[in-house]
């Protein structure tokens, strides 16, 4: 009896290795299928930037369509450039005049953040203060950071995001 079941199973396994032998691919030729894809590739980001709106800032996203990765200086010299005229028409304003960029930005140890101005820190509105922190705090994945402002010689914080 067991060399019965042993000749069904080597039958068995012999059947199927000439059926799998037998579904290999075959060779052919190239088959043309046309150009390969061409044109922009579209790398779009979310940015958020914080415009005022009835005396508070508010969160606004923005497409970020540029090929280079986004910096915290990227959004801040958005910030200080203004609100689209589509923003406008919704009532958003900016404080942080265009004159405070160019900007940069420096991670300190506990992930606290140095926003330096080109103009002076001090001379800054308390809500163009607000708009920067919340601005610098929205691109960094922590959230509680802490901002300082410097510019001038000047020095306001560091502060957490009101809103």
Known sequence: MRTGLARRV???????LVAVA???VRPSDVISAGEPPSGAVALTTTITLYLVKDGRPNAVTRPWPERRPLFSEDTLALLAAGPTRREQARGLTTDVPP???????????GGHLVVTLSSSAGELSTL???????T???TTPENSVQVTVLGAGQSVGPRNCPV
Not at 10 to 16: H, M, N, P, R
Not at 128 to 134: D, H, P, S, T
């Open 10 to 16: 080597l039958a068995a396994g012999l059947v199927s």
């Open 22 to 24: 037998g579904c290999g």
């Open 99 to 109: 004159e405070a960029g160019p900007f940069s930005v420096t991670v300190k140890p």
């Open 128 to 134: 163009a203060v607000e708009q920067i922190v919340c």
């Open 136 to 138: 610098v705090a929205a």
